[in-house]
């Protein structure tokens, strides 16, 4: 069993399929937390702080959750929609983290059922857990969009850098890029340029996109010139977060 916050169809915002349909599977929990990203959220009257997602992270919103218990049903649920839409968009799987699932059956059907079918299936991953891919070897034919947590998460290195696991999926997976979620901050203080140059020791082949770090348009915009002067300066990839440009800080979208 597995849970799910929120599925949707919407266009990628983010990464290297900027732009291409796709249908969205966001999975609840998250072996991280990110206090750092500042977005503060009320729990009966408790003021907390989190990343952007919190809603998928926070098990305090569990009851809003969909567990999924038959991937059968899901599967042919996507079939129908799919079929009225009259094409096959990529699948994102997005959380959370949903790589903590990885281990789960009914999650495992449900990925090599999408793989069957001939989907794209990308997963956006925080890169500390690796699926077995010997054991599900559907997993080596999915998309992972890395995005590594930098110190500005406010999660400490040894949890968020996990070198084996980020060797394992680059090796292992079709496709692997890097995504990082960048403030003013971390730019200015030359941080960020230090932190993604080890993160490139251990994985040299990897194209780097950096986007700036905000829940609406006014955090986007407080970010965004800092980190396309940085990407300029090192010979990154832009990726700006269109869904918020366009959607503001409305969810499911
Ligand atoms: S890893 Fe991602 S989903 Fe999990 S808490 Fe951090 S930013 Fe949020």
């Known amino acids: 069993m597995f849970w799910l916050t929120e599925r949707f169809l919407s266009i990628q915002g983010e990464g290297r399929y900027t732009g291409v349909p796709s249908y969205f599977f966001r999975t609840g929990g998250c072996n991280l937390h990110c206090p750092g990203f500042g977005t503060k959220y009320r729990v009966e009257g408790e003021v907390r702080s989190g990343c952007d997602t919190y809603f998928a992270v926070d098990r305090s919103f569990a009851g809003s959750w ?20 009259g094409y096959l968009p990529h699948v994102v799987i997005t959380g959370g983290e949903p790589l903590i699932y990885a281990t789960d059956a009914i999650f495992n059907s449900v990925i090599e059922g999408l793989i069957r079918r001939g989907i794209t ?53 079709r496709e692997s890029f890097l995504k990082f979620t960048l403030d003013r901050q971390i730019v200015e203080s030359g941080a960020a340029e230090q932190e993604i140059a080890q993160i490139r020791v251990m994985l040299p082949e990897a194209e780097v996109f950096c986007m700036p770090v905000g829940e609406s348009r006014a955090a986007l915009e407080r970010n965004d010139r800092a980190v396309y002067d940085f990407c300029l300066r090192h010979g990154y990839r832009y990726g700006d977060r269109l869904h918020i440009r366009i959607f503001d800080t409305t969810v499911g979208v």
Request: contains cysteine.
């Open 66 to 85: 969909e567990a999924v218990e038959d991937a059968e049903m899901l599967l042919s649920e996507m079939d129908r929609e799919f079929e009225a839409l």
């Open 121 to 173: 299936v990308t997963f956006e991953t925080n890169g500390t857990i690796a699926p077995d891919f010997e054991r599900y070897p559907f997993y080596a034919r999915c998309v992972y969009a890395l995005s590594i947590k930098l110190s500005n998460s406010g999660e400490p290195y040894e949890r968020r850098i996990v070198p084996g696991t980020l060797r394992s999926i680059a090796e292992n997976a």
